[in-house]
């Protein structure tokens, strides 16, 4: 069986660490020139399903590696308000089992083992075409193409492979915006913020009025001597807001116009939340407006299929799009493994893969949106109703477990 992924994301890269692993001729096709190319964006929490899968689907020195990369990211997730009054806290799975890893230490960590014939850089996709037998062809911007039995796409959100595919499956704005930046840990940019929230544990600032901001602390455990310059620790924040009631021109606005932004609508909070902002890293500073993925409804399978952010790209406010990514990688891995060995066909596999991926990616994706709209919620009525709720919560156990129920 020869298996074709498109993106070498963490996915991607994941699943072919596992088929690599399992003797499946797996190849992966990456549209950036090569390796040294970073990766954007923030540091990943792995939570406890994400290392599971990583465990499972890694060779045993590659999950060291990450192992010994990780720091812990605690157990719990907090709720303050705007003065940084704590308003409840709430257990986030077993104490330990969360970790926090720079996407490019977790990235070199998934390409060891994976030489360069398996891995091609500099390899854009362009479309897929079906070819008898069964088989199917990928081409690419450089006019070459490659065949196979299997057409994975682990392109992420903006996933061509999906376009061609499921072209009705689109992203969905969800109305809401968030500015985020990143905050040196330091004693003059944390002055004064509670050690709840330099833990590493994820903390939502909920004001009595608008907005809403999202604070955490981010470190590995030896990243910091890996030469990233995105593995040193630092505080990330988001504020967070419906898109109608910021500036028409926010996405367009430079970094430091908007950090003035972010500053201007919460100089009423705490000093400590001020200082964190004022202090961060000024070319950090992005908007970003947040778009999910609709419910996903079952499809026909055949030989092509997604994983990641390619099907279910979500909003950032649950904290498992990665995860549920490896996830994937490992259900994907198991299913063909059941096509290697003879127990299913190629297309009965994929649909016990899609299946399970849909019951437990809709949840993730749900709960995402769910979280976004609330936040950027600014009437006062609810958002009231809200703190008070969690205050009760705080006090009374089985109020807490109703809310928080996974």
Not at 1 to 21: D, E, F, H, P
Not at 174 to 194: E, F, K, M, Y
Not at 220 to 241: C, E, F
Request: hydrophobic share 40%.
């Amino acid at each position: 069986m020869r298996v074709l992924v498109i993106g070498a994301g963490l996915g991607g890269l994941a699943l072919a660490q596992g088929l690599s692993r399992d003797g499946v001729d797996v190849h992966v096709f990456e549209r950036r020139a090569d390796r040294g190319v970073g990766l954007q964006g923030y540091g990943l929490h792995l939570d406890e399903a994400g290392c599971a899968a990583l465990r499972e689907i890694l060779p045993p020195a590659n999950w060291s590696e990450i192992d010994a990369r990780a720091g812990q990211a605690g157990s719990t997730a907090g709720f303050y308000d705007h003065r940084l009054r704590p308003l409840t806290r709430v257990d986030n799975g077993r104490r330990g089992g969360r970790r926090s890893i720079g996407r490019l230490g977790l990235r070199d960590a998934l390409l060891e083992g994976l030489d360069e014939r398996r891995v091609h850089w500099g390899k854009e996709f362009e479309r897929y075409e079906q070819l008898p037998a069964g088989r199917v062809r990928a081409h690419f911007a450089d006019g070459t193409h490659a065949e196979g039995d299997l057409l994975v796409g682990a392109d992420a959100s903006n996933s061509r492979v999906r376009r061609q595919y499921l072209p009705d499956i689109t992203r969905q704005d969800t109305g809401v915006l968030t500015i985020a930046g990143r905050s040196p840990l330091t004693p003059r940019a944390t002055a004064g913020l509670p050690a709840g929230i330099l833990d590493g544990t994820p903390n939502s600032i909920v004001p009595a009025g608008p907005g809403w901001m999202f604070v955490c602390a981010w470190r590995t455990g030896t990243d910091q001597a890996s030469g990233h310059t995105g593995d040193h620790p630092y505080v990330v924040w988001a504020y967070i807001a419906d898109r109608a009631s910021l500036p028409a021109d926010v996405t367009r606005r430079t970094p430091a116009a908007l950090r003035e932004l972010v500053l201007s609508r919460i100089h009423t909070w705490s000093p400590a939340l001020t200082t964190l902002v004022a202090r961060c890293a000024v070319d950090s500073v992005a908007p970003i407006p947040l778009r999910s993925m609709p419910e996903l409804t079952p499809w026909p399978a055949g030989n092509v299929t997604l994983l990641g952010d390619a099907i279910h790209n979500m909003t950032p406010m649950a904290g498992v799009g990665a995860n549920t990514a490896l996830r994937d990688a490992a259900e994907l891995r198991r299913a063909l493994g059941d096509v290697t060995s003879g127990r299913r066909d190629l297309v009965t596999a994929v649909a016990a893969y899609e299946t399970r991926m849909r019951a437990y990616a809709n949840p993730a994706v749900a709960a995402s949106l769910r979280n976004a709209r609330n936040a950027g919620n600014a009437a006062r009525l609810p958002r009231t109703a809200f703190r008070t709720l969690l205050r009760v919560a705080d006090r009374v156990p089985a109020v807490k477990r109703a809310m928080f129920a996974s």
